[in-house]
Structures are given as C-alpha cells and as structure tokens.
C-alpha cells in the first residue's frame, strides 16, 4: 500500500514534469519505490518504471533469491551472466520515452551504455522526480528517525563521563562506532573525533597520532543507520574547564544554533534557516569562520534533500527532516559545531535530538 502510494505519487510528478520513464539502479531511491535495494554491483540491476504500463525490475539471476515478489508493484526480469542489460533496457524505453529520470547514484557507465543505445531519449536526474516527495517522511519515517536520533542522544550523554585525557582521537572514534552498534545501528556511516586544532577541520579524519590531552577540546560528530534511518549527531566535549573564548565562541554558536531551529517553521524558503544561524555569527564577528551550509536533510540517506544553503528557496514542508548544524573554525587553533535534527511540523520546528547542548567538561 505504502509503496503503490509513493509510485503513484512519483508518477504523478513525472506526468508534471514531462518525464517518461524513471530508471533506478543503486541508490535509496529503489528501496524508497519497491523494498528492494541493489547490491552495488558491476552487474546492472535497474527499474523501468514508465509514467503508465507495468514497472519492471532488470536484475541479475543470482540476485533474484533476494527480491520479494510483488507482482503488484513490478515485474521480475532476470538477465542471464551472457545477457546484455543495456540492451534489454534499451529496448524497453525505444519506443515509448523521450525524456528518461536515471536515478544519480547510477553508475557513470551505465548511463554511457544507455545514452548510445538510446541516443533519441534525453536523460534528466531521478532526484528530480523522487526527492520531492521522498523528502517529506510520514509518520512511520519519523518515527524510524526519532529512534535513530534516541539512539545517539544516549551515546552523547554516556561519553560526558568517559574520560577523553591520553587516548588517541582514533580510539574515541572506535567507541563510538561500538556504542552505536551494540545502541541498535546496523551500520556507523562516520564518527569524527577532533581534538584541538584538528577540530578547524569540519570534516576531520580521527587519527592515532592525535593523543588528546589537557585543555583540549575535542569535536564529535556522529552518526549511523537504524532500521534503515539515519541519525546525525555533533557535540562538543572539554578536557577541563575551557578557556573564556572557548565559552565565550561557544555561547554564540548555540545562540546561532537555536536561531536556525526556531527559524525552520513551515513555509520558510531552506536559505532562512541557513541566514537565521549565519546572521548569529556573522553578529559577533566570526561570520568568515562558519564555512559551510548550515545543514542538510536527512532520512535514509544520511545527506539528501533538502539543503539548508543559501539559493535554496524552497520552503519547508509539514516532514521534512533535516540537520541544523552550524559551526565555526579557527584554522590552526580549535574549532567547534552544534547539530541536532529537527523535523517542521504543523507546530513548529521539532528537534529529535534532547542530549545536553553545553560543552561537557571531561577528564
Ligand atoms: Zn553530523
Ligand atoms: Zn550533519
């Protein structure tokens, strides 16, 4: 039922759109559609599912044993080791498409293939017709998403009475990883432990050269998949009392961070959620040292749309879900970020996230 509805909706979008076809391959969007998601395999499997007539599902013989059938929503194609793919999927979209949607996290060369068996059809990016509506989650999404988001809070208030002092950035990583997992997570999509300086770099790679010590602060950001929704989550911790910048930096960071989750109402174009937090650290003087958006949306991917960026004037809708994180960086001296995911709601911004917002004090 759920499946249909959203086939139904993205056809809809494809009738607006003009798109005859959408084929999709690897990537969340399959699962999203049918409850079957490929393998990432060299092997080509992909959905052709026309704006009307019968969807089929191009796949591997070896891989069929791992699709449940549901003759309902798509037909099963198996294609044999000496088969060619391109071509069966060529020959399904000849006639009937001119404008085709190819899922973008496809391979490159399956694309290629396609585009010289098929040079009348124009390819277009899947996201166009999926995200629109994959970004807005239902209830049971939500739902999947608070779990996920429960899961980590946990770990960010047990790691407050961990001791940080004389272990390495990449051992704290590994603890992470294993919280997560034994927390219910199926998979750790990335944990980053940043100490001192190394916390300048929003995206640093934990290390085991980095021993974190006294007066460090120590950057972490982390976050897996459950039941097959992410969470996001960053803290900051403090191997003793900061200093009065660190605090000082810090209280307009939150400041800024609670501007942008008040600012995330319902109708709000995505760029004012991104002003709201800038607008902040911009006040204080620090406007140079937050330099990136300030958040993205979030669901079973753990960065999808929509983007909290500056051109982005799409406004918010009732469920979409999406991380309000800014930061700010002195390059060479620390660095710090606050994120949590909220959702917009009919009642407003709706934070998923509930672990303590302070810089813990650790040993
Ligand atoms: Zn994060
Ligand atoms: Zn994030």
Not at 2 to 19: D, Y
Not at 81 to 104: F, K, N, W, Y
Not at 252 to 278: F, H, I, K, N
Request: hydrophobic residues 45%; charged residues 25%.
């Amino acid at each position: 039922m759920r499946l249909a509805a959203r086939i139904t909706r993205v056809r809809a979008l494809m009738a607006e759109l003009g798109v005859d076809a959408l084929l999709l391959s690897v990537g969340p969007e399959l699962p999203y559609l049918t409850g079957y998601e490929a393998m990432p395999l060299e092997r080509l499997t992909m959905l052709v599912l026309p704006r009307t007539g019968d969807a089929q599902l191009v796949i591997p013989r070896l891989e069929v044993p791992r699709v449940a059938p549901r003759p309902e929503l798509f037909e099963v194609v198996p294609w044999e080791e000496t088969d060619d793919p391109i071509a069966l999927v060529a020959g399904m979209i000849r006639r009937s498409a001119r404008r085709v949607a190819i899922g973008d996290h496809t391979w490159a060369r399956f694309l290629l293939e396609l585009q010289h068996a098929v040079p009348s059809c124009t390819f277009v990016r899947g996201s166009d017709v999926v995200a629109p509506i994959r970004m807005v989650k239902d209830a049971d999404e939500i739902a999947a998403l608070t779990r996920a988001a429960h899961a980590v809070d946990a770990i960010a208030r047990e790691m407050r009475s961990v001791p940080f002092a004389g272990r390495t950035e990449l051992d704290v990583h590994r603890e992470l990883v294993d919280r997560m997992l034994e927390a219910g997570h199926e998979r750790a999509n990335f944990a980053i432990v940043a100490a001192g300086a190394n916390a300048a770099s929003p995206h640093h790679e934990p290390t085991a050269a980095r021993v974190i010590g006294n007066g460090d602060i120590v950057l972490c950001d982390f976050g897996g998949t459950m039941d097959g929704y992410c969470s996001d989550i960053t803290r900051m911790f403090h191997v003793g009392e900061p200093s009065t910048e660190v605090g000082d930096v810090y209280s307009v960071l939150a400041e800024a961070q609670e501007a942008g989750v008040r600012a995330a109402t319902v109708g709000t174009p995505c760029e004012d959620v991104d002003a709201a937090s800038r607008h902040v650290i911009a006040g204080a003087g620090f406007g140079e040292y937050f330099v990136h958006r300030v958040g993205h949306g979030i669901g079973a991917e753990a960065h999808e749309d929509p983007y909290m960026v500056a051109g982005n004037s799409s406004p918010l809708e009732v469920g979409h879900a999406f991380s309000v994180e800014p930061g700010i960086y002195f390059p060479g001296r620390f660095g710090m970020r606050l994120e949590d995911i909220v959702v917009a709601t009919a009642d407003g911004p709706l934070r998923l996230n509930d672990a303590p917002r302070d810089i813990a004090i650790v040993a």
